[in-house]
């Protein structure tokens, strides 16, 4: 003879059918992903009221699910819970629990390189206060009166700034080096009419050996780099990345100059040159926000610098590196355009270091100009 034990809901609390409801919710396939992960969470949160001593192990068995999976869907339910835009956006629980994973995995990187009590302060420190100190970023002996508008911008020399430096250490490294490729003498670049800068091979290699004596005092241990670079030097950049101990995508990002705009180099042997090639460069396994596609086409729009990169193009690279546990640097900023990038993407801070001064000022009056626009 078989025994069915029944219970009569009118015996049970409201709390126990809550959590009874719950366990139904959890084990429907008809459920949405969100209100699944949403009951994962509630019945845990509802167990661990009524009984101090419960655990995830607990409502792991209880719902017939691993604890890998609990605390994957308690994370998604908690991110839900916040508006985390991109979780909410999310069209698959795949997508929204690796989101989360990333995100935690980032916080985690985070709190080893002791960033979070400097997330706060996202302008330099020197080593002294004097004159005399302050003038040595510049390389002359003007020291430039500080800008009545905070500006995220400093005019310096990077090989001279870092050395100095002694604030938060950066996760998110913009690198725009000049490309050492005499982009200032092409007949179709742009330094005539936004004023050219020196672009030599030696310059660039220079700065190569800037950054990599530099990582000690500004790199975090845990990491991206974005780095820009001319295919005339492919093999050898990514040689000299990898020897500084950064991760190197063999496969760049690339901006496609949809307009059809770049250089011609030789017109009677070669192609125009449309498309900018940057790496994509980690340090300690540090992972992205989201993945993005490696190609995005923007026209070569300029307004504030001869090689002036298009902001939409470098939003969406953006999407991979930058949330609010960014801090950002860019050591050779041009119009400042990427750091202007970040803050709008939130990152928690973002500097840019900028050698002469016309594109310094040029830089700092149209963030100021958008400053003001936007507080009218």
Not at 18 to 24: G, Y
Not at 171 to 190: E, L, M, T, W
Not at 217 to 223: F, K, P, W
Not at 271 to 276: F, T
């Amino acid at each position: 003879m078989d025994i069915i034990t029944v219970q009569f809901t009118t015996d049970l609390s409201d709390t126990e059918l809550h959590l009874i409801e719950l366990e139904e919710n959890v084990a429907r396939v008809d459920l949405s992903w969100q209100d699944q992960c949403m009951a994962v969470k509630q019945y845990h949160d509802l167990q661990l009221a009524r009984d101090g001593e419960w655990n995830a192990s607990r409502s792991a068995e209880a719902l017939n699910i691993s604890p890998t999976e609990l605390s994957s869907r308690r994370g998604v339910a908690q991110a839900l819970v916040e508006g985390d835009p991109m979780v909410t956006k999310a069209d698959k629980y795949s997508v929204a629990r690796g989101l989360v994973a990333r995100k935690n995995q980032r916080k985690q990187g985070n709190a080893s390189d002791a960033l979070g009590s400097m997330l706060s302060s996202p302008r330099v420190e020197l080593d002294g206060e004097s004159e005399a100190g302050a003038a040595d970023l510049f390389g002359d002996d003007e020291v430039p009166t500080p800008p009545a508008i905070d500006v995220p911008f400093l005019r310096a020399d990077f090989a001279l700034w870092w050395p100095n430096y002694r604030g938060p250490k950066f996760n998110f490294i913009h690198c725009d080096f000049p490309y050492g490729v005499n982009a200032d003498k092409h007949n179709q670049g742009a330094s005539q009419a936004f004023g050219g800068y020196a672009d030599s091979a030696d310059i660039y290699f220079k700065l190569l050996d800037d950054l990599a004596e530099s990582l000690p005092m500004i790199a975090a241990d845990s990491a991206h780099m974005m780095f820009w670079f001319s295919m005339d030097y492919y093999e050898v950049t990514r040689e000299r990345l990898t020897a500084m101990g950064w991760a190197v995508n063999p496969f760049p990002l690339m901006w496609h100059k949809s307009d059809n705009s770049g250089i011609l180099p030789d017109p009677s042997r070669g192609p125009r040159r449309i498309y900018e090639t940057a790496f994509l460069c980690s340090r300690g396994d540090r992972h992205i926000v989201q993945p993005v596609a490696n190609v995005y086409a923007a026209p070569n729009k300029k307004k504030l610098h001869m090689s002036e990169k298009n902001r939409d193009m470098l939003a969406h690279f953006f999407r991979m590196f930058v949330d609010e546990s960014t801090v950002m640097l860019d050591p050779t900023m041009g119009s400042g355009g990427a750091v202007v990038v970040a803050e709008n993407a939130g990152a928690a801070s973002a500097l840019g270091l900028e050698l002469l001064d016309e594109n310094y000022q040029v830089a700092r009056e149209s963030y100021i100009d958008d400053l003001t626009s936007e507080t009218e």
